[in-house]
């Protein structure tokens, strides 16, 4: 998926299943996470959709510490604004000590959808 600007040049977006439609506003997990990179205390991260009554679909951002580094999800959020539009903030912040990562070193995002994310039956 890509993004074309107005002199012609084109911005690689993310992967189509990695978008979250958010109140019907489209939020890639990559520049989400992109964002989320940025904080000094973020180590890696991967962002979900997780089903919500009133959007649709909200952000959930599963987060790594670096060594030594801590913070809070209210504190990640905070550090958003101004980044991000306020629908593209992830609703909540997980903390874990690893992501799960394929043989090839992608995050498995089906993995953290599985553990993290309850659907109903």
Not at 50 to 66: I, T
Request: charged share 30%; net charge positive; hydrophobic share 40%.
């Amino acid at each position: 998926m890509a993004r074309q600007d107005a002199d012609g040049y084109f911005t690689i977006a993310g992967r189509f299943k990695d978008m979250i439609i958010s109140g019907g506003e489209n939020v890639y997990a990559a520049e989400v996470e992109a964002v989320f990179m940025e904080h000094p205390a973020i180590a890696e991260c991967a962002l979900i959709g997780r089903p919500d009554e009133k959007w649709g679909e909200v952000g959930l951002m599963v987060a790594v510490f670096k060594p030594g580094r801590t913070t809070t999800s209210d504190r990640l959020r905070a550090f958003c604004q101004g980044k991000l539009a306020r629908y593209k903030i992830p609703k909540s912040v997980i903390f874990v000590d690893e992501l799960p990562h394929s043989p090839y070193g992608k995050v498995e995002k089906v993995k953290l959808r599985q553990r993290y994310v309850k659907r109903d039956a």
